[in-house]
Structure formats: C-alpha cells, structure tokens
C-alpha cells in the first residue's frame, strides 16, 4: 500500500506542476509553454487570485444575483446528478482497490443420503462438511496497482468535473441574470419613450386640427408611438423567457422564483488576474483533463505487466465428517496451500494490441490536455480583451446618448416653437431611444465579460477545494 500512495502522489503531481515543464512516468511532455503575463491584462492588478475567485458574484454587490447563483448551486438537478457520478467514481475506486488485498470465503454443506449392501441391508447417511478458503495474486509487476492507480485518477477527474459543472452553472445564471435586469431596463426605456412620443402626437393632433400642420406628419407621429408601443410587447416576452431560464437553473418551476426589481449590476474593476500558471492550476476542466492522461498512463503501464507471470496463492482450511458433533473437533480439519504461476505464451497478438490501443488512447489524453491548456489560455485573453473594449464602448456611448437626449429635447422644444418639421423630431427621439438601449446592452456586455473572466480564470473552485 505504501508504494501505491507514493505512485499516487508522484502522478497526481504531474498535474500540479506546469505543463510545460512536467514529464510522465511514461516519457510523454506537453508541448505547450505558458506566458509569463497575459498580453491584455495592462489595466488589471497581477496577483494570485483565489480568493477573489472563491464567491467572485459578490463583487458585483447585487445581493439578488448571490441569491440565485447559491440557489441554483443547491437546487440544480444537473450539479445533482454530477455529484452523484463522483460517488459512483469513487466506489468503483474502492472496488479496484480490492484486487491488492486477498479474498476469504467460507462454505458449509449437509448431505443425506441411502445406500444398498450385499443381502438388501438399507443403510442411510448423513455428513457434514464446512471450510475457510483465501486467495491472493501477488501483484510483483504492479498491473493491479496500475489499475487502482487509474481508477483513482478517474475518480479525481470526476471530481473535477463537477467543480467545473459548478462554475459553470455559477456563471450561466449570472448571465442569465444580467439579460434579466438588461430586458427590464429596456422595458423601463421603452415606457419612457412611450411618454414623450405619447405627448409629441398629441401636440401634432393639435396642430393639425390647427391646421399647422398636414395629415402626413400626424400619421408620422402615430407611426412613430405604435412602432415604439409594440416593442413593449417583445421586452415583456424576453423578461418571462429569461425568468423561466433562471428558474429552471434554479431547480424550480417556471414561475417559481423571485427576482425583485433592479439595475444591470456592475463589476468591481480591480480584478486581480494572477498568472497563467496560476489560471492553469485553477481551472478544474485542465485539472480533469490532467487526471485523464494520469488515468491513461496507468492503463498502458497495466496493459504492459500482462505480458508478465503472475503468481496466485490460495489456501483452505476445511472439515469433512458424518457427524454435526466432530464439525468442531481439531482432529477432523484438513489444510491445503496452493501457489500457481501463469503467464502467456500464445494470444495471437492480442496483449501487443491492447498496449498499442491503450498507447494510442494515452496520447490522445495528453493532446486534450495540451488543448485544455491552450482552450484556457485563450478564453482568458478573450476575456480581458472583452472587458477593456466594453468599458471602452460603453463611455463614448454614454457620451453619445447624453447628446442624444439633449438633442431630442431641443427638437421638443423648437417643434413646439413651429421652428422645424416632425420628421427631425421623431429622427431625434429615435436616436435618442436607440442610444439608451445601446448603453443598457453594453452595461450588460460589459458585466457579462467579467463574469466569463471570472469563469475563464478558474470560476472559484481551486485545487483545495
């Protein structure tokens, strides 16, 4: 056992150490250098950030949001059921782990039984018989510790699956959750809009009724507050969809949530980044895939101690006796010891295949590792890319849509004024509505590009968790 726990720990080292710079028991290295920095980090802090990871929604301070992501990691039947698959890897760990350790068993027999004798004599018997018996396969090759070896690492990959299935599911609702309070915000635009459109028809009915103006800029106006009311239609129809799909990452009915009211939240700026190295120790999906190729090694090492003997001992320890009295009686116990050896000589090449299959599967695992990392690296840069851009779409827009709206008001007031037509009113207001819906969706982008950072950046659940 004391060499199997030092394997264990040698292996699932490998994992841990950079992937650059690890090396198997089996000879393969990834090929994959990590950065010293992200290229697109200037504006973040550099530090190890695990524990800003660890509840990383509570820095967007909406308590709302917090609620439903804890929600959602205690109800959601998917997180469940991958729960239960790492207690299903981990007995069938523990049932690899047997093989090492030797078997007993025990049986117990009565018979009855007539016999016939020269002359006719009838003569009835009845005998007992009751045993121990144990086996044990040395394992001198270590194929049966390669086995537990894999089955451990699986059971560790699995772990790791769910970590990542929680971070995932941490930051769909919270995506969910920003296209949420995105949807209200724009109804709430969309009714204000409403107002004002509401207020320059009722000004061209009077004009027209003035005869100020003709029939044509009236029905301008009209065209102009059912185009901005039937939007109010399809917010609406956003707002339940969205409601559903958090109810339903919740574990609960649709309908079967509250959400409150509230405004898109916004994230805390100074996220501190870290190292690739630290993103890649952090990120359960690489970790997973790392235990996958530790699992693979261990299958071509088992695969290749079948070419080698093994030696099997078994022993019994038994009694045979006409009598239930003598069951117990020392002089009645007979022992036996058995040692046998097999190895193959002749398979038709089945052992060779097997190890070139497993050899085959083993380069495959350290490939999807190699990619994990790659994939890794890629959606963090992705992700630092998206936060500075929106930060940076989002304060000329702001700009534009003040503008937008002083303009439409000063088009308010010079119709009124008789100065200028309807057309270049409505162009205003709709300028002016495109605008606000234009910053409340890049609010959204720009929270949602945080919560991919956070999720790209290991999503909260570190080796020790």
């Given at each position: 056992?004391?060499?199997?726990?030092?394997?264990?720990?040698?292996l699932?080292?490998?994992v841990?150490l950079?992937?650059?710079?690890?090396?198997?028991?089996?000879?393969?290295?990834?090929?994959?250098?990590?950065p010293?920095?992200?290229?697109?980090?200037?504006?973040?802090?550099?530090?190890?950030?695990?524990?800003?990871?660890?509840t990383?929604w509570?820095?967007?301070?909406?308590?709302?949001?917090?609620?439903?992501?804890?929600?959602?990691?205690a109800?959601n039947?998917?997180?469940?059921s991958a729960?239960a698959?790492?207690?299903?890897?981990?007995?069938?760990r523990?049932?690899?782990?047997?093989?090492?350790?030797?078997?007993?068993?025990?049986?117990?027999?009565?018979?009855?039984?007539?016999?016939?004798?020269?002359?006719?004599?009838?003569?009835?018997?009845?005998?007992?018989s009751?045993?121990?018996?144990?086996?044990?396969?040395?394992d001198?090759?270590?194929?049966?510790r390669?086995?537990?070896?894999?089955?451990?690492?699986?059971?560790?990959?699995?772990?790791?699956?769910?970590?990542?299935?929680?971070?995932?599911?941490?930051?769909e609702?919270?995506?969910a959750?920003?296209?949420l309070?995105?949807?209200?915000?724009r109804?709430?635009?969309v009714?204000?809009?409403l107002?004002t459109?509401?207020?320059t028809?009722q000004?061209?009915?009077?004009?027209?009724?003035a005869?100020?103006?003709?029939?044509?800029e009236?029905?301008q106006?009209?065209?102009?507050?059912?185009s901005?009311?039937s939007?109010l239609?399809?917010q609406?129809?956003?707002?339940?969809?969205?409601?559903?799909?958090?109810?339903?990452?919740?574990?609960r009915?649709?309908?079967?949530i509250?959400?409150?009211?509230?405004?898109v939240?916004?994230?805390?700026y100074?996220l501190?980044?870290?190292?690739?190295a630290?993103?890649?120790?952090q990120?359960p999906?690489?970790?997973?895939?790392?235990y996958?190729?530790?699992?693979a090694?261990?299958?071509?090492?088992?695969?290749e101690a079948?070419?080698?003997?093994?030696l099997?001992?078994?022993?019994?320890?038994?009694?045979?006796?006409?009598?239930?009295s003598?069951?117990?009686?020392p002089?009645?116990?007979?022992?036996g010891?058995?040692?046998g050896?097999?190895?193959?000589?002749f398979?038709?090449?089945?052992?060779?295949?097997?190890?070139?299959?497993?050899?085959?599967?083993?380069?495959?695992?350290?490939l999807?590792?190699?990619?994990?990392?790659l994939t890794?690296?890629?959606?963090?840069?992705?992700?630092l890319?998206?936060?500075?851009r929106?930060?940076?779409?989002?304060?000329s827009?702001?700009?534009?849509?003040?503008?937008?709206?002083?303009?439409?008001?000063?088009?308010?007031q010079?119709?009124?004024?008789?100065?200028?037509d309807?057309?270049?009113?409505l162009?205003?207001?709709?300028s002016?509505?495109a605008l606000?819906e234009?910053?409340?969706a890049?609010?959204a982008?720009?929270?949602?590009?945080?919560v991919q950072?956070?999720?790209?950046?290991?999503?909260?659940?570190?080796?020790?968790?």
């Amino acid at each position: 056992m004391n060499a199997l726990i030092r394997s264990l720990g040698a292996l699932a080292g490998i994992v841990a150490l950079l992937p650059g710079c690890s090396v198997a028991p089996g000879g393969g290295t990834p090929s994959v250098t990590l950065p010293v920095a992200w290229r697109n980090a200037a504006d973040f802090p550099s530090a190890t950030p695990d524990d800003d990871l660890a509840t990383w929604w509570s820095s967007f301070g909406d308590p709302q949001m917090t609620r439903l992501i804890r929600e959602a990691l205690a109800g959601n039947r998917d997180l469940a059921s991958a729960v239960a698959r790492v207690r299903q890897a981990q007995a069938q760990r523990d049932a690899q782990k047997a093989s090492l350790f030797p078997s007993l068993g025990y049986d117990g027999s009565r018979s009855s039984g007539r016999s016939w004798i020269d002359g006719g004599e009838d003569r009835s018997f009845t005998s007992y018989s009751a045993g121990l018996g144990a086996s044990w396969e040395a394992d001198f090759f270590g194929g049966n510790r390669q086995s537990v070896l894999a089955a451990s690492a699986d059971a560790e990959a699995v772990k790791e699956n769910l970590h990542s299935a929680r971070a995932a599911l941490a930051a769909e609702v919270a995506l969910a959750y920003l296209d949420l309070r995105a949807a209200e915000e724009r109804l709430r635009i969309v009714n204000r809009t409403l107002v004002t459109r509401e207020e320059t028809t009722q000004l061209a009915s009077w004009r027209a009724q003035a005869g100020e103006i003709d029939q044509l800029e009236l029905r301008q106006a009209e065209s102009s507050l059912e185009s901005a009311r039937s939007q109010l239609a399809s917010q609406e129809q956003n707002i339940a969809r969205t409601r559903n799909r958090l109810a339903l990452l919740c574990g609960r009915v649709p309908g079967g949530i509250r959400t409150g009211s509230g405004d898109v939240p916004s994230p805390a700026y100074r996220l501190a980044v870290g190292i690739p190295a630290d993103t890649i120790r952090q990120r359960p999906d690489v970790r997973a895939a790392g235990y996958n190729w530790v699992a693979a090694i261990a299958r071509t090492k088992s695969a290749e101690a079948d070419q080698l003997p093994s030696l099997r001992l078994s022993g019994s320890l038994g009694v045979d006796t006409l009598s239930s009295s003598k069951l117990f009686n020392p002089e009645t116990l007979a022992a036996g010891l058995v040692a046998g050896i097999s190895g193959p000589i002749f398979d038709a090449g089945r052992i060779r295949a097997n190890i070139t299959a497993q050899g085959a599967a083993e380069e495959q695992a350290l490939l999807s590792y190699e990619s994990s990392i790659l994939t890794a690296l890629s959606e963090v840069e992705d992700s630092l890319i998206a936060c500075r851009r929106s930060a940076e779409r989002l304060a000329s827009l702001e700009k534009a849509a003040f503008a937008a709206k002083e303009a439409s008001k000063l088009a308010n007031q010079k119709y009124r004024a008789g100065v200028i037509d309807i057309t270049t009113v409505l162009d205003t207001q709709r300028s002016d509505l495109a605008l606000e819906e234009s910053v409340t969706a890049v609010q959204a982008d720009r929270a949602a590009a945080h919560v991919q950072l956070y999720k790209a950046l290991g999503g909260g659940w570190s080796a020790g968790s």
